[in-house]
């Protein structure tokens, strides 16, 4: 079968110890049955590993940070495409999504750039403030949360929560609170670090779960496969995890994204009760840096995601290899100088 | 009681649970009361090979396969009869 040529930009380069997921969507799209790539890589930082893996990324170029905004964006991207002729851009951050969700219809239109994110909407219907709701709405438990917004709420919780309760940041962190002393410790810190407002909510206890999936925007989940970290960083990343059977985890999954009609790459994250219940936690809206364990268990999920943002036919996908484990491992790239250099001059390598 | 369907087992004595990604190892005599219970052997048929093959007590038997059933169980690899 001839393979179609496709030039992807790809950000996420980021291959650390908290990995983004650049490198594992650009793994997988080198192994697609569909497409001959050749990988841009976009970066923010000049150390982001991925701008030195040349056997993976042909050409790298620099981006605005994501609070320059769209105009920047765009204007960035205007040079690369001139150089590169884009065909695709998959954005990896979530910091920069909103950005590209913004422009994705310039990028369209003026370029000829194609994307496959989720809307404005649903970008803002998973936050963790608005999760409780996006689970009544899509049919699927949620833990009670609630929002506060300053300290001297903490002491009214105890007619709505029973300790341990969980104190969350807007955007990342989570702490158990086992009192209201603890809360309130725990509130400042997440208020110093990430701002107002501080959510609680109600404790799970049991395993956690997740799911990589991709969604065509109109209603069906056409790839699923979930996973159990089997080995977690002290930054809580899976440096290790395994593929699972479960169908009820897969058919929450498709419910989800079914319901909410989800536009492109998302990861599910969930607690699986002792007695069997399922409770979302949080929905990323991107791909998790395990992406590539589904590709490994037979679902290419980025390659999926091209195929939909250039409006090519995409089966479904429901069997998957269970059992497959990921294990991650660091690795020392020996880099020139002149490289370094390059990148940092120029903004291109 | 049942081996759960999905539990995969190996000669070796690795057992693993695609259900909830854990996975174990036994030792022989494990693996051994394992396959029995799989070919759906009585607690009474199990007790009377593991004392035939080995020298042991019945109630000695009886009491380590109990313990055995029950570390099943609380690992999830088995289930009720239906």
């Given at each position: 079968m001839n393979k179609r040529k496709v030039t992807v930009a790809v950000s996420?380069?980021?291959?650390?110890?908290?990995?983004?997921?650049g490198i594992p969507v650009i793994r997988a799209l080198r192994e697609s049955a569909r497409y001959d790539v050749r990988i841009i890589g976009l970066s923010?930082?000049?150390?982001?590993?991925g701008l030195y893996m040349h056997d993976l990324v042909d050409k790298s170029y620099q981006i605005p940070l994501p609070s320059a905004g769209v105009d920047s964006l765009l204007e960035r991207l205007r040079y690369i495409h001139q150089q590169e002729k884009l065909d695709v851009i998959i954005p990896n951050f979530d910091a920069e999504l909103q950005n590209f969700i913004k422009a994705a219809a310039r990028l369209e239109n003026e370029f000829g750039i194609k994307t496959f994110l989720p809307t404005l909407e649903q970008f803002e219907s998973r936050h963790k403030s608005n999760l409780f709701e996006f689970g009544q709405k899509n049919g699927v438990k949620v833990p009670y949360s609630k929002m506060i917004f300053?300290?001297?709420e903490i002491h009214q919780l105890h007619t709505e929560f029973s300790y341990p309760l969980v104190v969350k940041g807007k955007y990342y962190e989570a702490t158990v609170a086992n009192s209201p002393e603890q809360a309130i410790n725990y509130f400042h810190k997440m208020n110093a670090k990430w701002g107002l407002p501080v959510i609680v909510q109600q404790f799970v206890s049991g395993n956690e779960v997740n799911v990589t999936a991709i969604g065509d925007?109109?209603?069906?989940?056409v790839g699923a496969v979930p996973m159990r970290k089997l080995y977690i960083t002290d930054?809580?990343?899976?440096w290790a995890g395994i593929s699972l059977e479960d169908p009820t985890l897969i058919e929450i999954a498709h419910r989800v994204i079914g319901n909410s009609s989800w536009r492109g790459g998302t990861e599910l994250e969930f607690i699986k009760t002792n007695e069997g219940e399922y409770y979302l936690l949080e929905i990323n809206p991107r791909f998790p840096a395990w992406v590539y364990l589904a590709a490994g268990c037979g679902q290419n999920h980025p390659e999926q995601l091209v195929a939909l943002a250039l409006g090519e036919s995409v089966e479904t996908q429901e069997k998957y290899d269970t059992g497959k484990l990921f294990v991650r491992y660091s690795y020392d790239l020996i880099v020139n100088l002149s490289e370094f250099e390059t990148i940092s001059t120029t903004g291109e390598l | 009681m049942h081996i759960k369907k999905n539990i995969a087992i190996s000669d070796s004595g690795f057992i693993f649970n695609p259900g909830t990604g854990d996975s174990f190892s036994t030792n022989p005599v494990g693996l051994e009361m394992i396959r029995l219970i799989q070919e759906g052997k009585k607690r009474e048929d199990i007790v009377l090979a593991l004392t035939s093959k080995y020298h042991v007590e019945p109630t000695t038997a009886e009491k380590d396969l109990a313990e055995f059933l029950m570390m099943l169980q609380t690992l999830q690899l088995v289930q009720e009869n239906e």
């Amino acid at each position: 079968m001839n393979k179609r040529k496709v030039t992807v930009a790809v950000s996420g380069l980021n291959n650390i110890d908290s990995p983004g997921p650049g490198i594992p969507v650009i793994r997988a799209l080198r192994e697609s049955a569909r497409y001959d790539v050749r990988i841009i890589g976009l970066s923010y930082e000049t150390l982001e590993p991925g701008l030195y893996m040349h056997d993976l990324v042909d050409k790298s170029y620099q981006i605005p940070l994501p609070s320059a905004g769209v105009d920047s964006l765009l204007e960035r991207l205007r040079y690369i495409h001139q150089q590169e002729k884009l065909d695709v851009i998959i954005p990896n951050f979530d910091a920069e999504l909103q950005n590209f969700i913004k422009a994705a219809a310039r990028l369209e239109n003026e370029f000829g750039i194609k994307t496959f994110l989720p809307t404005l909407e649903q970008f803002e219907s998973r936050h963790k403030s608005n999760l409780f709701e996006f689970g009544q709405k899509n049919g699927v438990k949620v833990p009670y949360s609630k929002m506060i917004f300053s300290a001297a709420e903490i002491h009214q919780l105890h007619t709505e929560f029973s300790y341990p309760l969980v104190v969350k940041g807007k955007y990342y962190e989570a702490t158990v609170a086992n009192s209201p002393e603890q809360a309130i410790n725990y509130f400042h810190k997440m208020n110093a670090k990430w701002g107002l407002p501080v959510i609680v909510q109600q404790f799970v206890s049991g395993n956690e779960v997740n799911v990589t999936a991709i969604g065509d925007g109109k209603g069906r989940c056409v790839g699923a496969v979930p996973m159990r970290k089997l080995y977690i960083t002290d930054k809580g990343k899976a440096w290790a995890g395994i593929s699972l059977e479960d169908p009820t985890l897969i058919e929450i999954a498709h419910r989800v994204i079914g319901n909410s009609s989800w536009r492109g790459g998302t990861e599910l994250e969930f607690i699986k009760t002792n007695e069997g219940e399922y409770y979302l936690l949080e929905i990323n809206p991107r791909f998790p840096a395990w992406v590539y364990l589904a590709a490994g268990c037979g679902q290419n999920h980025p390659e999926q995601l091209v195929a939909l943002a250039l409006g090519e036919s995409v089966e479904t996908q429901e069997k998957y290899d269970t059992g497959k484990l990921f294990v991650r491992y660091s690795y020392d790239l020996i880099v020139n100088l002149s490289e370094f250099e390059t990148i940092s001059t120029t903004g291109e390598l | 009681m049942h081996i759960k369907k999905n539990i995969a087992i190996s000669d070796s004595g690795f057992i693993f649970n695609p259900g909830t990604g854990d996975s174990f190892s036994t030792n022989p005599v494990g693996l051994e009361m394992i396959r029995l219970i799989q070919e759906g052997k009585k607690r009474e048929d199990i007790v009377l090979a593991l004392t035939s093959k080995y020298h042991v007590e019945p109630t000695t038997a009886e009491k380590d396969l109990a313990e055995f059933l029950m570390m099943l169980q609380t690992l999830q690899l088995v289930q009720e009869n239906e």
